[in-house]
Structure formats: structure tokens, C-alpha cells
């Protein structure tokens, strides 16, 4: 599982409860470390590794909250600034000049002011042919470092005259201080401050205001878990299953007993250690170090960071492939995954035939994807366009699933196989008496129909996107609203036969039940998350081992992204967006109070002198009918 890191910015939150310096210290004291090892390659030439190493650098250090590191706050973004100007350089050396251009930009968002990353992006433009944008660059340059030699010869070379330092000598900030030759190796060090810098120190206490109007953190009672290096996306996944009684008692229902040392159920006890675990409210902070082993994990995976969609995922394959194995319905599919069909038809048919030609597909999906480059603006918005979504598919072979049977019984016969043979006979009967046998090659229109919702709907926000032109990844940063209550019948289209027929009279209300937040840019950042675990309207926010109470206006503001630049709320904004259905009388569908932990379990964690657990109140949740 490799999965990108997500830069953490220019983002201050308040502080929860006071971390301990030498935590920090250590972390840095390993990314300078890291960070020299890449200077060692620039300085060989050796610009590949050295960028590998710059990159691993960014990751360690994104590791790094900010409430953890706050007293050293500048420090991190003075040096998160020299690793992107480092990345930079490494690229532009490479000839890689659209990627240095998005490092240079992505050092700008957090000091705007940056000397070298200011002349770089000049030169990068100067190397892409925009002209214009590389001397403007410069110029800006010398409005703020006007003794820049390097500014200025380029200025030059465009063609300005020899008198560049007395048209901007004037124009010098106060406090800005002259500089070396920025074309020369990258960065060995963090040291320095610039004026952007200044004012972040200065205005540390206001940027914490707008984040959270102003309220102070108070603590809560709920167990968080410790952040082992990067792991906030594990922990956010954790504090879904935590909360979900009916997820958790699905996980406590697999036999995990015999002490299995590898494999998933190796992976389903370490879950069911942990959020027995997370059960006991005395506890300072539970570890997931047994969960991360249980993975086959190293001490340099903690500070690898994945996607918490996918990690979710991979959880729940885990869960579900323990219920198989034990002759159990594989239940927790049902609980998250979405059906969807998929129905394709012949764009422009010219014959009868083509026109006659229908195939229908049923699968899963998780999660629903919301792409914020197409869907601005918010949830209902973007669900409405996506109702009988249609997508044109180029070079689509309608005959390929006819074909492919033909193809495996001839192997099959060939190979003396009489069941497989038998199979395929059957497969090829179905889609001749079917109708569905194809008619080539053609332009195929689907349609993306949703037939029902899961009684736990997930969406991901889409925020990181690819851009072809650069080769690089980006951000968005716009606004983008969602409701506490959503109402799903708009996007779905209910099916009158067929396996999904039964679910047509199933409520289609949504409640929210939390938030997972990313807090960076395209580069790194951190995860927390936000839950409302019970029927109250009560929030609960969980940054790692750090639990507080929120209240629900700024939960969802902080949520919603958008704002300017040089905004903190900026690079925060939901990922995931996690939904419990309801009916019109409320959370009565299927009431599942969370079952006790496995006592082979309990057991093991009172030999080691653990408290007694104390469960939190439970919710409600909507299951399919049966469970």
C-alpha cells in the first residue's frame, strides 16, 4: 500500500494539551538528518536519490503536528520551505522544470516572500517559454532583495538595461536581508527567518482565532490513540470502527482465539486489542503499535503515510475475509459498500442490432468519490450530476465477454478439464439465449446508476487531483459545503427487479456522523477527525491521542475549505465524510448496542493490569433487514 503524503502548510490549531518538547526535537533532529543525506547526493550529482531523499525529509517532518511541535512552529516552516526549494532545484537540475515550478509555488503558499523560491519560479518559467510570468518573477525579486545578482542578470539577459538595481534600490523591505547567490546548491540548513516568517510569529495568536472563532479546546473524556511517527490515517479509520457499535461488534464477533501470529486474523485480534482498549476511558491514549505489527510493519513504515479511504478499506477486507473463512456472511460489506449498475449500450448504433445490444452490470463500490473539479460548490450539488451519470467509451469490444468464454473452453477442452468445459458451455448458453453475444467494436455509452444506499455512507472528497499538463499533483482548495442531514433520493434510481428491487422502499435520509479532515496541501499534511457519537448533538474532535469538544458551526466551517492563500483554513478541509442512515422518526432502524470485547481478550489485557472498560453511550444505526 503506497499511498501519497499530504503537506500540512501554514495550518495553527490550539493547543490541546502541552506535548513534550523532546518528542519534537527528536523528529527534527531525523529529518536534518535525512535532509543532509540529500545534500550529499546534490552536491555528487547524484539529483534522483537527492530528490528521494528531500522527499523522505518532507514526509518525516509532516509527521510532526503542529500542536506537537508548537513552540517550534517557525522553525518547521522555515524548513518544510528549504525541502520544497530543494525539491525545486533538484528538478530544475534535472531538467524537470514543470514539477520545480509546483515545488517553487507550493514553497510560496507557506512563505510568499521566499528569496530563492521567488527566482527559481522565474527561471523555471523562463525555461517553459513563458516569458512574461519569468520576468515578472524577477522583478519581485528584486522589489524585495534588490542586491540579488542573479535577479538581476536575468533581468538582463531579457533584455532590460544595466540600471535594474537603482529602478527597484528604493523599494527594499524593512527587515529583509540580502542573500547569496540563489543559483547555488541546495539548502544545508533551516536557519534564517524571512519576513513572512516575522509575521507569522506575530500574528500566531490571530491565525489560531480564525480558525476556530476564537473557542478554546476543552479536553473530553473519549481515548484517543498515539500518533508512532505518521500514523493519523490509521488512527482516523480506528475511530470510525471504535464508534459504529455495530462495526464493532462485527469485528469482536471473529474467533480470533489460538493466538494467530500471522495473517488477517492476526490483524482482527490486534483490532479487537485496541478497541478494547479505547473502551477503557481512564486511559491517557491507546497505541495501534500492535495493529502496525500485525501488518508485517517496520519502525520506518510509522513514518510512511497512507491514504485513510484505503486503509479503511484494507481493514475492512480484513474483517470480512475473517467472517468468510469462519462460514459467516461477510456482513461488514453490507454495512459500507454502495451498489451501483452499470449499463452500456451501443452510442450511435447504425443497425437494428446495435441498437438492440444492452449490458448490464451489478458491483460494489466504497467510497463514493465526489471529484471537486467537476462537483464546486456542495454535496447535493454534486450528487444531483451524478444521477444516470453517462460516459462515452472509446474502443469498447461489446463481443469480449462471448469471445472470452470461447477462448477458455477451448483451453479448457484442450486441456481435458470436463468441469470448466462444462462451465463455459453453460456461460456461452446464457449470453446466446440473452441476446447479449455483441456487435464489435464500438463507442459505448454507460450510465451510472445508483440503486440504494449502505447504512454507513461513505464520500470522499476528492481534493487531490492530477494535472496532465504539469505531470504534478495539486490541491483544491475551493469552498465546498455539506449538510448535517442528507437526503439521497436524488441521486439514486430505484430498481423495480433484480437483487436490489427489495431495498426500494428503504429510507434515503443521512445523518452525519463525522468527519475526516486533511490539513495540508498535495505534498503532505496530517488527518484528524471529527465525531458525533451519540443522538445529542455533542462533537468530539480527534487529533491522535489529543480528544476535545467542538461545537458543530465550527466543526462543519473548518470543514468546508476555501478562503484565500494566505488563509490557515485554506489547506484544511474534509476528506471523508461518513453518513448513518435514518428514517423520519429518527435513529430507531436496527438499535445495536455494542457487544462485550472477546473475553480471551479482556483477559489478556487484565494480566497486564488495564482498567475495567466503561462503554461509551452507543447510537443507532440503519442495517439491513436481518441483521
Not at 68 to 80: G, I, S, V
Not at 218 to 239: D, F, H, M, W
Not at 519 to 532: D, E, F, K, T
Request: hydrophobic letters at 35%; proline letters at 4%; glycine letters at 8%.
Amino acid at each position: 500500500l503506497e499511498v501519497r503524503v499530504l503537506n500540512e502548510s501554514i495550518l495553527i490549531m490550539p493547543n490541546v494539551e502541552a506535548p513534550s518538547s523532546d518528542r519534537w526535537k527528536t523528529r527534527f533532529e531525523l529529518v536534518s538528518k535525512e535532509k543532509d543525506k540529500g545534500n550529499d547526493l546534490f552536491k555528487a550529482g547524484d539529483y534522483k536519490n537527492a530528490f528521494k531523499q528531500y522527499e523522505k525529509s518532507l514526509k518525516l517532518l509532516n509527521a510532526i503536528s503542529i500542536e506537537e511541535a508548537n513552540e517550534a512552529f517557525p522553525q518547521k516552516q522555515l524548513l518544510a520551505v528549504n525541502l520544497l526549494n530543494n525539491l525545486a532545484f533538484t528538478c530544475f537540475k534535472s531538467e524537470k522544470f514543470s514539477e520545480s515550478l509546483e515545488h517553487c509555488k507550493e514553497a510560496l503558499r507557506t512563505d510568499e516572500t521566499n528569496e530563492k523560491a521567488l527566482y527559481r519560479l522565474g527561471l523555471c518559467y523562463k525555461q517553459l517559454g513563458e516569458t512574461d510570468q519569468a520576468v515578472d518573477n524577477f522583478k519581485r525579486v528584486l522589489q524585495l532583495y534588490p542586491q540579488n545578482k542573479d535577479a538581476q542578470k536575468a533581468l538582463r539577459d531579457a533584455g532590460f538595461a544595466d540600471n535594474v538595481t537603482n529602478k527597484f534600490s528604493g523599494m527594499l523591505l524593512k527587515g529583509s536581508r540580502s542573500t547569496s547567490s540563489a543559483n547555488g546548491a541546495a539548502e544545508a540548513s533551516s536557519g534564517g527567518a524571512s519576513v513572512a516568517t516575522r509575521a507569522i510569529r506575530e500574528n500566531l495568536e490571530a491565525m489560531r482565532l480564525s480558525m476556530l472563532s476564537g473557542a478554546t479546546a476543552r479536553p473530553a473524556p473519549l481515548v484517543g490513540i498515539k500518533n508512532e511517527g505518521a500514523t493519523c490515517y490509521l488512527n482516523s479509520v480506528v475511530q470510525i470502527m471504535f464508534h459504529l457499535p455495530v462495526v464493532r461488534s462485527l469485528i469482536y464477533s471473529v474467533d480470533t482465539t489460538g493466538e494467530p501470529k500471522t495473517g488477517k486474523r492476526s490483524v482482527v485480534l490486534a483490532l479487537q486489542t485496541l478497541l478494547y482498549r479505547m473502551e477503557q476511558t481512564g486511559s491517557p491514549g491507546a497505541s495501534a503499535l500492535d495493529l502496525m505489527r500485525s501488518f508485517g510493519w517496520d519502525e520506518e513504515d510509522t513514518v510512511t503515510q497512507h491514504d485513510v479511504a484505503e486503509m479503511m478499506s484494507v481493514l475492512q477486507e480484513a474483517v470480512g475475509d475473517c467472517l468468510k473463512d469462519a462460514g459467516l456472511p461477510r456482513r461488514i460489506d453490507d454495512i459500507f459498500y454502495i451498489p451501483v449498475c452499470y449499463i452500456d449500450r451501443v452510442e450511435k448504433p447504425s443497425t437494428p442490432k446495435q441498437g438492440q445490444w444492452r449490458k448490464e452490470q451489478l458491483s460494489v463500490t466504497f467510497p463514493l468519490n465526489i471529484d471537486l473539479d467537476e462537483h464546486v460548490g456542495d454535496l447535493e450539488s454534486a450528487l444531483a450530476a451524478m444521477k444516470d451519470r453517462k460516459d462515452s467509451i472509446e474502443g469498447f469490444n461489446t463481443s469480449f465477454d462471448y469471445e472470452e468464454w470461447q477462448r477458455l473452453l477451448r483451453v479448457s477442452h484442450a486441456q481435458g478439464d470436463l468441469a470448466r468445459v462444462e462451465e463455459c458451455l453453460r456461460k456461452i448458453r446464457e449470453i446466446e439465449d440473452g441476446g447479449n453475444v455483441g456487435v464489435g467494436t464500438h463507442v459505448v455509452q454507460r450510465t451510472t446508476q445508483y440503486r440504494h444506499g449502505p447504512p454507513v455512507l461513505t464520500f470522499r472528497l476528492q481534493r487531490i487531483q492530477f494535472d496532465f499538463d504539469s505531470g504534478s499533483e495539486y490541491k483544491v482548495h475551493s469552498r465546498f459545503t455539506f449538510p448535517t442531514r442528507l437526503e439521497l433520493g436524488g441521486l439514486l434510481t430505484r430498481a423495480t427487479e433484480g437483487p436490489h428491487a427489495a431495498y426500494a422502499g428503504q429510507p434515503t435520509g443521512y445523518r452525519l456522523t463525522a468527519m475526516v479532515t486533511h490539513i495540508g496541501g498535495s505534498l503532505g499534511g496530517h488527518y484528524v477527525i471529527y465525531v458525533r457519537p451519540h443522538d445529542s448533538d455533542q462533537w468530539y474532535k480527534f487529533d491522535d491521542d489529543r480528544v476535545s469538544y467542538v461545537e458543530e458551526a465550527e466543526a462543519l466551517e473548518v470543514n468546508f475549505g476555501g478562503g484565500s492563500a494566505a488563509s490557515p483554513t485554506t489547506f484544511r478541509s474534509a476528506y471523508l465524510l461518513i453518513y448513518l442512515r435514518v428514517d423520519k422518526e429518527g435513529f430507531h432502524y436496527g438499535l445495536v448496542p455494542p457487544t462485550p470485547a472477546p473475553a480471551h481478550v479482556v483477559e489478556a489485557l487484565r494480566a497486564r493490569g488495564d482498567l475495567e472498560p466503561v462503554l461509551p453511550c452507543s447510537f443507532r444505526v440503519a442495517l439491513p433487514d436481518g441483521m
